[in-house]
C-alpha cells in the first residue's frame, strides 16, 4: 500500500511539509553518481596497466564515459517532459544498473571494447538522473527553500566521489605493477594470466554497484511521489526558444566555458595517479590513488568555502579568482614535477570545487523558465568536454609527457578566467546603465 502523496499547489509545489521519503530517495542519487564518475579515475590506472595502453588509450575511459551525458542530455530532457520526473529517473538507474553489469563479461573476456561500452550505457542513465534529479529536488517542498534543498543535495556529491575513489583503491587496485621489460620477459601464457586477473578485480565492485543501483530504482519505482506540473511547452514553441539561445552570445559563452571546465576537471583527475607514478618513481598505484582521494576531499571543502566567500563578493569574481588559482597551480605541476607538482594538483582540487554550478549558474541567470530549461540543457551537453579534452591531455602525455601535458587544463582555466572577467564586465556595465 503506498502513502499518500502531500498535498500540492498547481505549479507542482506544496502546500504541506517537504515529502521526506521521495526527498531522501532522490537526495541519494547525487551519492551514486559520484561514486560512479570518480571510479573512472581508478579505471584509467587499472586498464592502462591490465592492456598496456598508451595514456590516450586509458584516457577513452572518460571519452566513452562522458560521450554518453553529451548524447543523451537532450533525449533524457525531452523523455522527463512527457512520462514526468520519477520515470527518467527509474529509466536512468536501470541504465546505470545494467551497465555495472556489464562489467562482468566484459572482465570475463578481458575486452577493453567491451569496458568502454559498459562505461556509455552507465553515462547514458546518469544523464537521465542529472538532467531529472536537480530540477526535481527543487519541486519537492516549499519554493523558499528550494535552494537549501539543493545545496544539500549536491553535498553528497563529493561524499560519493570520495566512496568511489576508496573502492577502487581497496578492491581493484592490486599494487602489483611490472614494467614492460618485466611484462616482455614473462611467458605468454603468465602475460595473459596476469592481464586476466587484473580484469578480473573490476567484477566484485561493479556487481555490488549494479545490484544495489538496480534495487534502488525498485524503492523508487514503489514509492509513491507526489505529482509536480511538468509545464510542458510545445515543439514549435521550444525551437523557437533554442534557436533565440543558439544565438545568445552570454549563454554560449556559458557553455564553452562549461566545456572547459569539464575537461579540466577529468583530465586532472583521470592523470593524477599516472602523473603521481611518472613524476615519482616507485609508488604503487594505491599509494597514488591516496592522492585523488585527498584531491576530493579538498574539492568538498572548497564547495563550502567558495558558498561561503560568495555571500560576500560577487560569484564572477570569486570564479575569476579560482581559475587564475588554478592556472598558476596547473604551470607549478607541469614544470616542477615531483612532489611539489602532486600538491600543486591537489590543491587545485579546491579552487574547481565552485567552477560547475558558479558557470552553470550565471549561463542561466535572468533568464525565463523556458529559457532556463533549454539553457540547461546546452550546459548539460558541454560535459563533453570531459572526453574530448582528456583524450587530447592523453595525447599530448604521450609526446611530451605527462608533466607538460598539465598545460592542456592550465589553458582550460585561462578560457574560464576569461569568460568570468567578462562576466564581471557585463555586471559592471548593467549596473552603471
Known amino acids: 500500500m503506498h502513502p499518500q502523496a502531500p498535498p500540492t499547489t498547481a505549479g507542482g509545489r506544496f502546500r504541506g511539509s517537504t515529502p521526506l521519503l521521495p526527498l531522501a530517495l532522490i537526495v541519494s542519487l547525487f551519492f551514486l553518481w559520484g561514486v560512479a564518475n570518480n571510479l573512472n579515475d581508478v579505471l584509467v590506472a587499472q586498464f592502462k596497466k591490465t592492456f598496456t595502453l598508451s595514456d590516450f588509450q586509458a584516457a577513452l575511459v572518460q571519452?566513452?564515459?562522458?560521450?554518453?551525458?553529451?548524447?543523451v542530455a537532450l533525449?533524457?530532457?525531452?523523455?522527463?517532459?512527457?512520462?514526468?520526473?520519477?520515470?527518467?529517473?527509474?529509466?536512468?538507474?536501470?541504465?546505470?544498473?545494467?551497465?555495472?553489469?556489464l562489467f562482468w563479461p566484459a572482465a570475463a573476456h578481458a575486452a577493453y571494447p567491451m569496458f568502454l561500452a559498459a562505461l556509455f550505457v552507465i553515462a547514458c542513465g546518469l544523464a537521465f538522473l542529472e538532467t531529472s534529479a536537480n530540477p526535481y529536488v527543487t519541486l519537492l517542498g516549499p519554493a523558499e527553500s528550494a535552494a537549501a534543498r539543493l545545496n544539500l543535495a549536491q553535498a553528497f556529491n563529493p561524499l560519493g566521489s570520495i566512496v568511489g575513489v576508496l573502492v577502487g583503491q581497496r578492491f581493484i587496485l592490486s599494487g602489483v605493477e611490472h614494467t614492460p621489460a618485466e611484462l616482455a620477459g614473462m611467458s605468454a601464457g603468465a602475460r595473459d594470466a596476469f592481464m586476466r586477473g587484473e580484469?578480473?578485480?573490476?567484477?566484485i565492485p561493479y556487481l555490488v554497484i549494479g545490484?544495489?543501483?538496480?534495487?534502488?530504482?525498485?524503492?523508487?519505482?514503489?514509492?509513491?511521489?507526489?505529482?509536480?506540473d511538468m509545464g510542458e511547452e510545445s515543439t514549435p514553441a521550444m525551437r523557437g526558444v533554442l534557436r533565440r539561445l543558439l544565438r545568445d552570445g552570454r549563454l554560449l559563452g556559458a557553455v564553452a566555458a562549461q566545456f572547459f571546465y569539464v575537461g579540466a576537471q577529468v583530465a586532472v583527475?583521470?592523470?593524477?595517479?599516472?602523473?603521481?607514478?611518472?613524476?615519482?618513481?616507485?609508488?604503487?598505484?594505491?599509494?597514488?590513488a591516496s592522492f585523488v582521494t585527498a584531491g576530493l576531499v579538498c574539492f568538498m571543502v572548497g564547495r563550502f568555502a567558495g558558498a561561503a566567500l560568495m555571500k560576500h563578493f560577487k560569484a564572477s569574481r570569486v570564479l575569476a579568482l579560482f581559475a587564475l588559482a588554478n592556472v598558476l597551480l596547473m604551470?607549478?605541476?607541469?614544470?616542477?614535477?615531483?612532489?611539489?607538482?602532486?600538491?600543486?594538483?591537489v590543491a587545485s582540487s579546491f579552487f574547481m570545487s565552485v567552477m560547475y554550478p558558479t558557470i552553470f549558474a550565471l549561463g542561466v541567470e535572468g533568464r525565463d523558465d523556458d529559457e532556463r530549461k533549454l539553457g540547461a540543457a546546452l550546459l548539460v551537453m558541454a560535459?563533453?568536454?570531459?572526453?574530448?579534452?582528456?583524450?587530447a591531455m592523453g595525447v599530448a602525455s604521450d609526446r611530451v609527457g605527462i608533466a607538460h601535458a598539465m598545460l592542456v587544463p592550465a589553458v582550460c582555466f585561462v578560457a574560464i578566467f576569461l569568460f568570468a572577467q567578462q562576466r564581471r564586465q557585463h555586471a559592471v556595465a548593467g549596473a552603471t546603465a
Do not use: E
Not at 571519452?63 to 548524447?71: D, I, M, Q
Open 63 to 71: 571519452s566513452a564515459f562522458y560521450l554518453g551525458y553529451f548524447v
Open 75 to 101: 533525449p533524457a530532457g525531452a523523455f522527463m517532459r512527457r512520462h514526468g520526473y520519477k520515470s527518467a529517473v527509474v529509466l536512468g538507474l536501470c541504465l546505470y544498473g545494467v551497465g555495472a553489469l
Open 199 to 203: 580484469a578480473a578485480a573490476v567484477q
Open 211 to 228: 545490484l544495489c543501483v538496480l534495487a534502488w530504482a525498485l524503492v523508487i519505482l514503489l514509492t509513491r511521489f507526489p505529482p509536480t
Open 269 to 288: 583527475f583521470s592523470h593524477m595517479i599516472r602523473y603521481t607514478q611518472a613524476t615519482m618513481p616507485g609508488t604503487s598505484d594505491k599509494m597514488a
Open 331 to 345: 604551470v607549478l605541476a607541469a614544470f616542477v614535477p615531483g612532489r611539489a607538482g602532486i600538491y600543486a594538483l
Open 383 to 391: 560535459i563533453i568536454g570531459g572526453a574530448v579534452l582528456t583524450a
